[in-house]
């Protein structure tokens, strides 16, 4: 179907998940093309692909073409931001980071779309508090979801947000250019589009819970946000409790870790 629809050929399945299905395939002048047909339970990606269209290409795949649940989409490469840190270490890795945040926010021509998705919804699962926690998880949880409350009642210069950024979601096309992919399409603060990272990559916990790294992101990255390292760390500890509402496993970024950094626990005890 979608090889017809949009003149592909060579089409090779790439992925294939809960949500989606996706296809590398080229298009009739040859170009290399990504094709993401939504599952049922993926339709609510539907968001991600009105931010693409709203980001027209600027620090985001571009979004070439999109039929009901089906979308055509520049193919931005193999390489991902984690390689990068293998290779280059993470400070590299952080800045490369920090222009891609930059690019995501600047300002689009483009009308705001209507179908982006609340943080205040996004973090229903967290602010609900009915998902059982182990005993050792929930006193972080429960601190952590009084930390989103007070962050959702405060939020400023409120815009599309990418909603998924972390190492894996950044990839570089080869050409020059590191670029977003998979985003969730978000409204709300910016500075939650850097609370992923920290928790990134996934099954290190020896990574992203040590704090010297977690000082290192928030210096780097609360600049780029326009932010205070303290706003980006309650962001960051928020989310973590967020993803651990989201998976039976613990999210991988300890919230304790987040909670006892010093530079935020004692902002938090002054509040």
């Not at 490469?77 to 930059?102: H, M």
């Not at 779309?113 to 998880?137: K, N, S, T």
């Not at 390292?229 to 651990?244: F, P």
């Not at 909670?259 to 935020?264: A, E, I, P, S």
Request: proline content about 5%; some cysteine; glycine content about 10%.
């Amino acid at each position: 179907e979608i090889a017809g629809r949009w003149s592909l050929a060579d089409v090779r399945p790439i992925a294939d998940t809960h949500g989606s299905r996706v296809y590398r395939a080229k298009r009739a002048d040859g170009r290399s093309v990504i094709a993401k047909l939504l599952k049922p339970r993926g339709i609510g990606e539907l968001a991600g692909m009105d931010y693409l269209a709203w980001r027209g290409g600027f620090g985001a795949v571009r979004l070439l073409a999109r039929h009901d649940n089906a979308c055509l989409l520049e193919d931005a490469g193999t390489r991902s931001l984690e390689v990068a840190r293998q290779a280059d270490g993470e400070a590299a890795a952080t800045s490369i980071f920090a222009d891609v945040l930059r690019q995501l926010h600047a300002p689009s021509r483009s009308q705001i779309p209507g179908g982006l998705v609340p943080l205040e919804r996004h973090f229903a699962a967290l602010l609900q508090g009915d998902i059982p926690m182990p005993a050792d998880h929930a006193s972080d949880v429960a601190w952590a979801a009084d930390v989103a409350r007070a962050l959702l009642a405060e939020q400023t210069n409120v815009m599309p947000l990418h909603g998924d950024l972390h190492h894996e979601n950044i990839l570089y096309d080869g050409a020059g250019k590191w670029r977003a992919i998979d985003p969730h399409g978000l409204i709300g603060d910016p500075a939650y589009d850097a609370a992923n990272f920290f928790g990134n990559p996934l099954g290190s916990p020896e990574i992203t819970g040590d704090e010297g790294r977690i000082r290192l992101l928030a210096s780097r990255l609360a600049p780029a946000l326009g932010c205070s390292e303290e706003k980006l760390l309650r962001y960051a500890a928020a989310h973590a409790a967020l993803s651990a509402c989201w998976s039976e496993i613990p999210f991988r970024m300890t919230i304790s870790a987040m909670r006892t950094t010093g530079w935020l626990s004692s902002r938090q005890s002054e509040q």
